[in-house]
């Protein structure tokens, strides 16, 4: 059975300074996906970014990014010029291909705090 | 506009009261999950619906109930509630996909029950 671990219960960050949140995950599948979900005070789960594992390529949205190691199984999400509503707390999760249950397989969360 | 809707938001309730937590979406997804997010574990997946009258079990199924009799709904029932099941629920749906074509899943608001 897959697993993702996130072994940061807790961050903070100045407001405009650079963080990376660290993600750890166990499979034996080749193909597969993985997400970073950001979850504010509000509850609502919203995706920030996707990667697919067939690509080498680091996905990269605006200012997040994702430093994606596939032989180490690591998934770290990266935030640049951060701002105070990047609070919130961040969830890594993954996806297999072939299960035809699309279940997301999710870490515990990173609570991000942002420091004015 | 697309969405995913819970009801209620918030419930807080005995034990042994059923309850029953509706979820509707509007955009004609095939698929549809239910998860609960405990402090520390992240979200578990619960039931899953890969289309109308078509259901099974997630990682925790234990004291839930699910139906899908129309494609819109996917109502998530506890029939004898009792505190352990205390917790945040999220309703998320998809399109479904063959092979590595990926649909994002769409997260209702959550409801949070307390079972006292």
């Known amino acids: 059975a897959q697993t993702v671990t996130q072994s940061q219960p807790e961050m903070s960050v100045q407001e405009a300074e650079t963080v990376t949140l660290s993600c750890t995950y166990d499979t034996s599948e080749s193909d597969y996906y993985l997400f970073w979900y950001k979850q504010p005070p509000s509850r609502q789960m919203i995706l920030v970014i996707r990667q697919e594992a067939y690509k080498q390529q680091n996905a990269t949205e605006n200012r997040f990014s994702v430093n994606f190691q596939k032989a180490a199984k690591s998934f770290s999400l990266k935030i640049s010029d951060s701002q105070l509503g990047d609070a919130a707390m961040y969830f890594c999760?993954?996806?297999?291909?072939?299960?035809?249950?699309?279940?997301?397989?999710w870490g515990a969360g990173t609570k991000l705090i942002i420091k004015p | 506009e697309a969405q995913v809707t819970q009801n209620p938001r918030y419930l807080i309730t005995v034990t042994g009261k059923k309850l029953t937590v509706t979820c509707s979406q509007n955009m004609n997804h095939e698929y549809m999950s239910w998860y609960r997010q405990d402090p520390g574990l992240g979200l578990r997946q619960i039931y899953y619906?890969?289309?109308?009258?078509?259901?099974d079990k997630g990682d925790v199924p234990e004291g839930y109930k699910v139906s899908r009799k129309e494609k819109r709904n996917f109502p998530l029932i506890l029939e004898s509630p009792s505190p352990n099941q205390t917790s945040l629920y999220f309703c998320?749906?998809?399109?479904?996909?063959?092979?590595?074509?990926?649909?994002?899943?769409?997260f209702g608001p959550g409801t949070r029950l307390t079972v006292l």
């Open positions: 998320a749906s998809s399109l479904r996909t063959s092979g590595r074509a990926y649909n994002e899943q769409f």
């Open positions: 619906s890969m289309n109308v009258e078509v259901t």
């Open positions: 999760a993954y996806r297999s291909t072939r299960n035809s249950n699309y279940q997301l397989i």
